[in-house]
Nanobody, 123 residues
Framework: QVRLVESGGGFVQPGGSLELSCADSGRTFNVNTMAWFRQAPGKEREFVAA????????EYAEYVKGRFTIARDNAKNTLFLHMNSLKPEDTAVYYCAGAAIGTRSLSQSYVFWGQGTQVTVSS
């Protein structure tokens, strides 16, 4: 059973914007730290952003800080990633992750993963 389902990926030109969504079908979304990771071809999966259960704390990787915003709607069990000023190097499969146990910037801290959504930034 797939618990996390991402959507919103696509093709965009440099400087453009996209919004990713992640729907959680589980019952514990509103108590879980959630995050976004990404993986480009030939590279390891890397941290993008994380948000605590109530949204009062967020964390961003340096390479997206000031351009991306992570948000959540606990009433709708949905996680978001607003991406602005996109660059070609942002091209990757973006994954939603949930229920962090430990350091929230580490992929091994997360229990649940989505199947990913492709984001391609190119002119």
């Amino acid at each position: 059973q797939v618990r996390l389902v991402e959507s919103g990926g696509g093709f965009v030109q440099p400087g453009g914007s996209l919004e990713l969504s992640c729907a959680d079908s589980g019952r514990t979304f509103n108590v879980n730290t959630m995050a976004w990771f990404r993986q480009a071809p030939g590279k390891e999966r890397e941290f993008v952003a994380a948000i605590t259960w109530n949204g009062d704390s967020t964390e961003y990787a340096e390479y997206v800080k000031g351009r991306f915003t992570i948000a959540r709607d606990n009433a709708k069990n949905t996680l978001f990633l607003h991406m602005n000023s996109l660059k070609p190097e942002d091209t990757a499969v973006y994954y939603c992750a949930g229920a962090a146990i430990g350091t929230r910037s580490l992929s091994q801290s997360y229990v649940f993963w989505g199947q990913g959504t492709q984001v391609t930034v190119s002119s």
